[in-house]
């Protein structure tokens, strides 16, 4: 999937400016505390009570503003790609997928935001709401990330006409496999490989739109 490439989910991080005002002080300790308890326990664990209990704010103002715990999640979500930090642009293919590609390892492997990237998804699996933020959010970093690979396009790197946005899955996919299916290490070197893997097949023309570009 697209890289997630997050820190912590309602507290300000270098490179994001976080809105002023009551209304987005309150947000952002309510999303903070959410975040702690799907970290913490999952999806079972985000109880609304709860997280107004942590954030110190009224019960009323968690039930009326979100509802439920997946309107929380759908909210974290949102604040997440909101607070995205920016691609990394090294000047190769290689170098930027393998940025991205150690982006979403250590956001996988990070002790806060690996469980509660694996709260966020199995709450997607049930959960339409869920599914649909979930949706939203790795379309927006896919999207972000996407320019890499059209200015290696542009610089001769990859054939005309590769889709940007295949590499980019190309390159987080194997990732989660090992983070939620495998088991199987995810550390630098599994990054690494990713990242190669992804720029060999877009260098071969295995992304091009419509098939294989006869370069």
């Known amino acids: 999937m697209a890289s997630a490439g997050r820190e912590r989910p309602g507290a300000e991080q270098p490179g994001t400016v976080r809105p002023g005002g009551r209304t987005a002080r309150v947000r952002a300790a309510v999303l903070e505390a959410a975040g702690d308890l799907l970290a913490e326990g999952g999806l079972a664990a985000l109880d609304l009570a709860e997280v107004a209990r942590r954030a110190d704010v009224g019960r009323t103002t ?3 503003r979100w509802g439920s715990a997946v309107g929380l999640v759908t909210d974290l979500l949102a604040d997440m790609a909101e607070q995205s930090l920016p691609r990394t642009e090294t000047g190769s293919l290689l170098g930027d997928l393998t940025a991205n590609a150690e982006l979403v390892r250590r956001t996988l492997t990070d002790p806060r935001q690996g469980p509660l990237f694996k709260a966020v998804i199995a709450a997607a699996t049930s959960e339409a709401e869920a599914a649909e933020a979930l949706h939203r959010f790795y379309a927006t970093r896919v999207e972000e990330w996407a320019p890499c690979v059209r200015q290696a396009a542009e610089r001769g790197e990859v054939p005309a006409g590769t889709d940007p946005h295949e590499v980019i899955r190309a390159v987080s996919a194997p990732l989660y496999y090992r983070a939620l299916a495998s ?26 739109c419509g098939g294989r570009s006869g370069a």
Do not use: M, S
């Open 183 to 208: 088991g199987d290490p995810l550390d630098e070197a599994a990054a690494g490989r990713a990242a190669a893997a992804a720029t060999a097949a877009a260098r071969a023309g295995v992304y091009v």
């Open 62 to 64: 968690v039930y009326r």
